[in-house]
């Protein structure tokens, strides 16, 4: 095979890995949320799992191919990407004046984190191995209460008249047991047609290293900025929606979740799961 028919099939099976998580994943973990009335904070926390997916599948099956270096260069160019959009998004929507929260501040700071970790491990050349997932269940562990008290403690003062009525306006779904059984249906499907692909970009990568000696390197950055467009769309989503809605906080507070929560998974849990999975093979 050509390489540019492999650099064809590279490109092709990563964005309908996007794709499947844009248009299918995403939404249908938002009409989840609404089923089961969840707040701002926990809508962000959920759209950041489902804009991560792109990133599991991608690190899953190249680690499964022995190219766990690509994993670490996807990471940083993931979270560096994110952080990046998150940033222009917020600029485009006029939503400065909302990150002056000490909450969201806190937020940040850890996601500036998430980008100064892989970027040391490649500057000074650490060998990841088995003895990383404790350290990153842990760090995930501490950021995940960080996030949760800080928002609780800031941003309860920010349970105004409007964010409150925004939240009422997402009951229309509860109790309907129809629309989460359909939902958790569709996830299932969904999740069969990522773990194809996810296999099938998995053996390319693969090839396009061994046969063609592309650095994994080059592939990991270039993973990176793929996998990153779902978090794009849902960050200016997310604040398009609720200034609709006459509410920039819960926008804000969606997407910087949103952003934190899809970083501390790429870095501490997709991470683990490419270093459990090459430690197996």
Request: proline letters at 2%.
């Amino acid at each position: 095979m050509n390489l540019i028919l492999q650099l064809t099939e590279f490109i092709v099976y990563a964005i309908l890995i996007v794709l499947i998580t844009k248009n299918f994943l995403i939404k249908v973990l938002r009409k989840l949320a609404s089923a089961l009335d969840l707040e701002s904070k926990a809508v962000g926390d959920i759209s950041g799992v489902a804009t991560s997916m792109p990133e599991v599948i991608s690190v899953f099956f190249t680690s499964l191919q022995g190219m766990f270096a690509t994993s670490i260069f996807n990471i940083l160019s993931s979270n560096t990407i994110n952080f990046i959009q998150y940033i222009i998004s917020i600029c485009q929507n006029k939503n400065q004046k909302v990150l002056k929260n000490d909450a969201l501040k806190s937020d940040i700071v850890m996601v500036i984190i998430t980008i100064l970790i892989p970027t040391s491990i490649i500057i000074f050349n650490i060998e990841i191995n088995i003895g990383f997932v404790p350290i990153f269940i842990m760090l995930f562990i501490l950021f995940y209460i960080i996030n949760t008290n800080t928002h609780k403690l800031y941003l309860s003062h920010a349970k105004t008249k409007e964010l409150k009525e925004f939240e009422e306006e997402k009951k229309w779904v509860k109790g309907k047991k129809d629309v989460i059984v359909k939902n958790i249906i569709y996830l299932i499907i969904i999740g069969i047609a990522l773990f194809v692909i996810g296999e099938l970009l998995g053996n390319v990568v693969r090839r396009l290293s061994v046969k063609f000696n592309i650095p994994q390197s080059v592939i990991g950055i270039a993973l990176g900025f793929i996998t990153s467009l779902p978090e794009l769309i849902t960050f200016i989503e997310s604040q398009k929606n609720s200034k609709n809605s006459n509410n920039e906080v819960a926008g804000v507070v969606e997407a910087t979740n949103n952003l934190l929560t899809s970083n501390i998974i790429n870095l501490f849990v997709v991470l683990t799961i490419g270093i459990i999975v090459t430690a197996l093979i």
